[in-house]
């Protein structure tokens, strides 16, 4: 209020200065009453006048973009300027914060893993992320403001949008034809709705996965249990002579031992999947491991293959022992179990030029063919499930050498050809390959001779 006071003080001096102006100079003609009103009356507008103009000043700067500053006035004007650019000022500020918060926002929804589509009341698409783009193959700026039903025809889709029922999720092909999308409808606000979507592939891959797998354990544990009931009935319900008896109790055995080799592969492949990842810095010594591998092959040939085994550098090896043995047991194992007797079998352990161990088991058995070698790691997969069975395997081999592989920073690569054998490398990274001591000449360090089958 402290233009107030100012102003009517001013306008009254204006006023008086006025009259008195007037009077004099209407004395001159005669006519002091009419120069006293005419002189109050000038008085008058220009103070109107300057009124005017400063409140044109004002409004002009209303009218404009409000960048500069509000004209600076003395008094009512000067005030009323002020007042008004200060609340321009904070109106501004207030839709930044907001609008930086809204970006924020968008951009955290943007960064979802998830699909987000918002709809109006009409089913118009309001925003969208490049999830939900995706996944409804939808053009997030093009389709702003199409109705949604009209760009995602899945029936599927269009009834569950329209059903107003959202308490479970649908199910949906991805509307590109590349998996399958969990998607839950929510409603907020006047007649909006939030449509989540969420690409399931992987999930429902893990959980088919996960069914095979038991389904494959149930299969593979009630052969051996199916036969072994047939033979306790067998002895139970016929007279049977010491020598069929022995032979019923050898097969018997031959059946528990195939469940403890399935049983104890599933744990090994479990304790794979549970454990930590190997220490980089506990150093295993290949020459040993490779003279055990070589004694069981050996045992498990009894002389029916010539097998060999090479270190071409004395290595060590950063993992954890029993599983470097397990994958290099099962890759010689497999190569004596399906390689027909007279074959040759070559292990070799090598360094790479870029530092990288190499232990490659090659045999000159029946080979595989092409289509199967990227399924070998699968586990229970069998190209000959006869075979397999035949000589004990379990068909998780494979699956628990790559395993090993993966765990020590490895791969394991597959090459083969039916009727030109197999070779399996197993190739473990530089980090975790030292050279032990000094450099072996090939073949010089066979663990042991090759035996003539
Ligand atoms: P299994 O216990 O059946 O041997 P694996 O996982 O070790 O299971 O091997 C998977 C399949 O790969 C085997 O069933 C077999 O058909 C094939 N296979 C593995 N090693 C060889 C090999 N050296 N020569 C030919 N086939 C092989």
Redesign the pocket.
Known sequence: MNWLLPRIALATLAVALGALVGVWVGRWSQAPFLGEVLGAGSAVLVLVLVDSLRGHRLIQWLRGNQQGAAPRDTGFWGELGYRIERAVRERERVIDRERLQLSQFLSAIEASPNGVLMLDRHDHIQWCNKVAADHFALDPQRDLQQRITNLVRSPAFVSYLQSGQYAEPLMLGNTRGAGNLSVVVRSYGEGMRLVLSQDVTERERAESMRRDFVANVSHEIRTPLTVLTGFIETMSSLPLTEAERKRVLFLMGQQTQRMLTLVSDLLTLAQLEGSPRPAPDRWVSLDGLLNRVASDAQALSSGRHQISVQTETHADVAGVEPELLSAAA?LVT??V???PDGGAIDVVWRLQTDGSGELSVC?T????AREHLPR?TERF????GS??RETG???????IVKHVAQRHGGELHIQ?EPGKG?K?RLVLPAVRVRVAGGEAEVGVEAAMPRAQA
Not at 381 to 384: C, H, I, L, N, T
Not at 393 to 399: E, K, N, V
């Open positions: 099962n497999n190569a179990r399906y390689t045999d058995g029946p080979g595989i070998l997969y069998r190209v000959d075979r397999s395997g379990t068909g998780l081999g494979l699956s083969s197999s399996f």
